[in-house]
């Protein structure tokens, strides 16, 4: 199957400071890419589509100013979280869909930890 | 809009079958089923596109009921390397997937 990484696995930062997750589809191009949440016990929550080339769309409740999504290229997608505070902790995960025509699977990245202290 | 999963959690011994239910309140495009380990990303099992359609791998297998907004995931003869959280992911005419709110299987020797 496709192969979706991310970029860190894991980070620990400071409250206030700004994070940066990248999210990359190794074998495939992918135009549009998603971001999700997950925090402990919960289910995956998206966050926003991220279209290459254009602005992210985001789900009702989910700051823009805060979350900046760029989408420079067909195999890479960004998240920054920017004035990361404790309560922005969590489970980051990415996914893109590959529509080669082989399947309509969407496939997800290993997940970033982010912990904010 | 989030798809409603029962049961919540599942215990089940080794060998032992399982269902796993996924209802909508919108009409559903296509049903993905993904499992997920603790501390690790979903992992796809299977996507149906069709209502009507029924799908099998090994010994999981599910349906997809368009007409109900429904669909099944069947765990058949479990193994101890099915344990996880289950989630059906929904689309609901966008690309986007809304994940449902996940059933906790435990697989015991």
């Known amino acids: 199957g496709a192969v979706v990484s991310q970029h860190p696995s894991w980070v620990i930062c400071k409250s206030g400071t700004s994070v940066k997750i990248e999210c990359r589809s190794l074998d495939f191009q992918a135009t549009t890419m998603f971001w999700y949440r997950q925090f402990p016990k919960q289910s995956l929550m998206l966050m926003a589509t991220?279209?290459?080339?254009?602005?992210?769309?985001?789900e009702q409740g989910v700051e823009k100013d805060k979350f900046l999504i760029n989408h420079a290229s067909l195999t890479l997608s960004t998240l920054t979280v920017t004035s990361a505070h404790p309560e922005d902790s969590s489970f980051y995960i990415c996914?893109?869909?590959?529509?080669?025509?082989?399947?309509?699977?969407?496939?997800f990245g290993p997940g970033t930890r982010l912990t904010v202290l | 809009q989030q798809p409603v999963q029962s049961p919540q959690a599942v215990i089940l011994r080794e060998g032992e079958d399982a269902v796993i239910n996924c209802s909508s309140s919108?009409?559903?495009?296509?049903v993905h089923w993904y499992r997920q380990k603790h501390g690790e990303a979903p992992v796809f099992l299977m996507i149906?596109?069709?209502?009507?359609e029924q799908k099998g791998h090994d010994k999981i297998s599910a349906s997809f009921n368009e007409k109900k907004q429904q669909s099944s995931l069947y765990l058949t003869a479990s193994q101890l390397s099915y344990s996880g959280t289950y989630f059906c992911?929904?689309?609901?005419?966008?690309?986007?997937?809304?994940f449902g709110t996940g059933t906790r299987l435990q697989v015991f020797p």
């Open positions: 992911g929904t689309e609901i005419g966008t690309d986007k997937l809304i």
């Open positions: 991220s279209n290459e080339g254009s602005k992210a769309t985001y």
């Open positions: 149906l596109l069709k209502g009507g």
């Open positions: 919108k009409a559903l495009y296509s």
């Open positions: 996914s893109a869909r590959d529509h080669s025509g082989r399947s309509d699977t969407q496939y």
